[in-house]
């Protein structure tokens, strides 16, 4: 099946404490990219990635990385999270040719106390 | 940076009715695409429509654009307890970012 999996599904962490978000898709797509999703802001890109070893700072970056070394994985790295990095999380990816839609993840709720 | 609104914000229907929510966007587009999320859950692709076209079909599911007025709409027909859901709309940047509209939260009463 087609999809996008992202770990863990819920995670309850302490400030300061580094923390990696898993994400991996298996159908060959080069574009990947993280978001988050907050009560009032909606959905803000976090960062995108073309393909392997090209990554790039969306529209909320700050506090946050990333790593494309392999074509199905973007793993999401807060080295160190702050209570405001509350949010929920997705993963999405996509190829780069054609006119369709993006596959997400299942979403990580993340809370930093 | 959300990229328009959609109207109505919350909608609520009896089952079997007909559900239309409204999305308006700012930029010229190459297509617009809805997409539905369930509480607290992934966003699932609905439809794509693209800046040629005026109107799409797919199931129960019906999209119309209008590109001189930057809208478009989501007609979801015969509706079931089951599209109980949110629902946004869509763009895309030229870097491939998906831009999302405020969303319209749908309650579907059995």
């Known amino acids: 099946e087609a999809q996008v999996t992202q770990n863990p599904r819920y995670l309850i962490t302490v400030t300061g404490k580094k923390l990696t978000v898993t994400c991996s898709q298996n159908m060959n797509h080069e574009y990947m990219s993280w978001y988050r999703q907050d009560p009032g802001l909606g959905l803000r890109q976090i960062y995108y990635s073309m393909n392997v070893e090209v990554t790039d700072k969306g529209d909320v970056p700050e506090g946050y990385k990333v790593s494309r070394k392999e074509k199905r994985n973007f793993p999401l790295i807060l080295e160190s999270p702050s209570p405001n990095q509350t949010s929920l999380y997705f993963c999405?990816?996509?190829?780069?040719?054609?006119?369709?839609?993006?596959?997400f993840g299942s979403g990580t709720r993340l809370t930093v106390v | 940076s959300q990229q328009g609104e959609e109207d109505p914000q919350a909608l609520s229907i009896q089952e079997g009715e007909n559900a239309t929510m409204n999305c308006s966007y700012k930029t010229s587009i190459n297509n617009l695409q809805w997409y539905r999320q369930n509480s607290g859950r992934g966003l699932v692709h609905l439809i794509l429509i693209r800046s040629n076209e005026r109107e799409k079909h797919s199931g129960r599911l019906r999209v119309t654009l209008d590109t001189s007025k930057k809208s478009s709409s989501l007609l979801i027909t015969a509706s079931r307890a089951a599209d109980t859901a949110s629902y946004f709309c869509a763009t895309m940047d030229s870097s491939y970012k998906l831009i999302f509209g405020s969303g319209t939260r749908l309650l579907v009463r059995p």
């Open positions: 999405a990816s996509r190829g780069l040719q054609g006119n369709y839609g993006y596959t």
